[in-house]
Structures are given as C-alpha cells and as structure tokens.
C-alpha cells in the first residue's frame, strides 16, 4: 500500500460539484477581481475566526508585508522572528526594508522561544512575527507581554494554522494584525494563491485595504504608492466553498496526530509534544529521528511519502547568508532542521494508512537495530 503525502483529489471529490457551480457563478458575473465574491468571503471569514475586519489578498507573503507595512515597519526597522519557517516570513520583513533577525526556538513545540528574544531586542527593534509552525500556535501570552513591555508590534504568520485556537480565539486574531496563506495544501487551501490579513485594529484595516489596491483610497484617488495584492473572484468563490468545511477537517487532522501519536508510541521517532487541545491543528506532522537519511530513504522505498519542512534554515539560505548570523547561531533551530521528518497529514488520511506508515517506521527500527547489532558483533 502507497500512503500519499497529500491528496487532493479525496479532498476536491468532497466539494466538487459546489466548486464547479460557483466557479460558473464567477464567470457569468463577468468580474474577476476583488468583487462580490471577495467582498462575501471576507464577511464569511470575519464572522467565522471572530475578527474585526478580514482583508482578503493575493497570497499570504503579500498579508504579512502588507501587515508590516500598516504596522508601521521600514528601512531601517529590525523585525524579530524565527528561522525555522518558509522563507516568505522573512522576505516579507525584507521587502519593507527592514531587517530580520532570528532567534531561537524552543526544541518541545519547534516555536520560538519567548526567552530567546530578549538578547535580539535592541532600540531598532519594532516588531515580532510569531509563526505558529505546522499548525500550532506560538505562545502568544508571552509574546504579547514582550511586545507590550519594549512597545513593539505583534504580527502572527498564521498561514500554517488556520482554526487552531487559545482560549476561545482563532489563530491570526490575537496579534496587532495576523496573516493567512491559501495555498492549494493549507488547511484552507485554495486552487491558485490567496492570502488573508486579519485584524481588530480600524488602522491597519483601512491603510492595508489602500495599499492591497495600489494606495487607492477612492475611485482614481490614489494616496500612497502601494501593490496590486488584491484577490480574484474565482479564488474567493472557491475559498466561500471550502471554508465552512474547515472546522471539519481540522478536527480530522487532530484525530490523525492523536492515531500517529499512539500507532508511533513504540517506534525510536519523537512525536510532536502535548499541546493544548484546539492549539495544534496538525498542517504537518512533524516527528523528529536522528536517522532522518535512512528513514525517509526506507519509507520512500516502502511507498510512504515524507518531505522536510524545511530542510535548510532561513539564516543559512544564500539569501541571508549576509545577516550575520551562520552556523551554529542558533543551536536548537539547526538540531530540528536536521531531524524533522514530515509524515503523510491530511483531513482524509484512513488508519489503514496511518497504521501502513507506523508499521514501516517499526520496520526500520528493527532492520536498522539489527544491522546495529550485526556491526557490534562483527567488532568484536
Ligand atoms: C509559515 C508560512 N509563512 C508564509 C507563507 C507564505 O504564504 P504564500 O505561499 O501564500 O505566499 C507560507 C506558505 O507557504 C508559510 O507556510
């Protein structure tokens, strides 16, 4: 049996015939941009996550500078964030021209590790980008008491977990401003780009209404320079389908984790820690193994997909080699990226193939224990 990483197709058989009637909606309207369809989504959107307002966008590395920009951040501006992340986090806080700068994570949730930005803070500092990595919320409390003592911003890279919640309150809606990405495998996830910025604050609403639509702020009144960031009608039409089946399949992914959770319990991988219950909802499935190489290459064999999330840490890419900060900088970061393996994760995942996936995983620590054993031996 073959376990797929990801499958669109079981997740598009569920919604496709809506699909296909909204996408005719779109064309018989005859307007594709930033129209009716948006307009409703962000209604939708709004009034399902609890947010003040929800400004739909091109994509989410378009929320995220977008949020920045309305927060006040430019040249010159330092932005703290982590380096375990996809690498749109800290090209957002580069196209304002401002500087990331990383710091470490906490090795139990993968996220960062409140205690680790203190040292980063310095008097150029202006805010912090909490990623809520492969679906589970960073620690926002914290976070929010750090930003609130050094006066600095808090902007959530939410666009890994969609729906996850602490204390009552969605993921994207508890920082100054929180950004989400549609891309076709998120949680929510669209079939082309889209992207979300949510926020309570009137401000950053209206600046980040101009700015996604070239700083207009009336027909033909165009008051700053700004981006064309807007989104197109067939992905809000989309997107106005598949989110009320969101919940759902979140709770299929926790439901997933907790079926890997105890289907891995007797094999040498790690599993990610204990979270709060609605503060994981599971957009990867990340466990972690010091024989990561043997691993993946056995589990590919056995026909289980895996991918690494992300193989190469954003302050050891080419891109911000020149940041500063190189190898061994920031020790607990560089340990996860060597040892994260992402498993097979989505809502329609069975426990036949979750049981495929644990039994390989058993497999390869018995024939890897075994070859141990033999190589003892032979020293002998
Ligand atoms: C953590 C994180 N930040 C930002 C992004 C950027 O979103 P998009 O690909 O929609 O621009 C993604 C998605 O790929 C992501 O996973």
Redesign the pocket.
């Known amino acids: 049996m073959s376990v797929p990483f990801v499958d669109m197709a079981r997740l598009h058989a569920e919604t496709r015939d809506e699909m296909l009637a909204a996408f005719a909606r779109v064309l018989d309207s005859g307007a594709f941009v930033q129209g009716h369809e948006v307009e409703a989504f962000e209604r939708e959107f709004a009034s399902r996550s609890g947010a003040g307002h929800a400004l739909a966008v091109s994509?989410?590395?378009a929320a995220?500078h977008l949020a920045l920009l309305a927060c006040g951040i430019g040249s010159g501006d330092e932005v703290i964030t982590v380096s375990n992340?996809?690498i749109?986090?800290a090209e957002a806080i580069s196209m304002t021209g401002a500087t990331p700068v990383f710091a470490d994570i906490d090795p139990e949730t993968m996220n960062i590790d409140p205690a680790q930005i203190l040292p980063c803070v310095t008097p150029r500092t202006k805010a912090v980008i909490a990623?809520h990595?492969y679906g589970r919320l960073a620690p926002m409390a914290e976070l929010r008491a750090i930003c609130d003592q050094y006066s600095l911003k808090l902007i959530e890279?939410a666009?890994?977990a969609h729906g996850a919640m602490l204390d009552g309150r969605h993921a994207g809606t508890i920082g100054d401003a929180g950004c989400l990405?549609?891309?076709p495998t998120k949680n929510l996830g669209t079939v082309g780009?889209g992207?979300m910025l949510l926020t309570d604050d009137p401000a950053i609403a209206t600046r980040v209404a101009s700015l996604r639509n070239h700083g207009q702020t009336g027909k033909h009144v165009h008051v700053e320079p700004g981006y064309n960031y807007r989104m197109p009608e067939l992905q809000a039409a989309a997107l106005r389908v598949l989110l009320p089946h969101l919940e759902q399949w979140n709770v299929a992914r926790i439901a997933a984790a907790d079926a890997y959770r105890q289907a891995l319990s007797d094999t040498s991988v790690a599993t990610p820690a204990a979270s709060a219950e609605g503060g994981h909802v599971f957009h990867l499935y990340v466990v972690r193994t010091r024989r990561r190489a043997g691993l993946q290459r056995f589990l590919q064999e056995r026909g289980v997909a895996t991918a690494i999330h992300y193989p190469t840490a954003v302050h050891l890419q080419p891109a911000y080699a020149a940041a500063g900060s190189g190898p061994g900088s920031l020790l607990q970061t560089e340990q996860a990226v060597r040892e994260i393996l992402s498993l097979p994760m989505h809502p329609h995942i069975t426990s036949a193939e979750i049981a495929e996936v644990a039994r390989a995983v058993r497999d390869f620590d018995q024939i890897s224990s075994t070859a141990a054993g033999a190589a003892a031996a032979g020293g002998q």
Do not use: I, K, M
């Open positions: 994509n989410g590395t995220l992340t996809f749109a986090t990623v990595l890279d666009c890994q990405s549609f891309y780009e992207g």
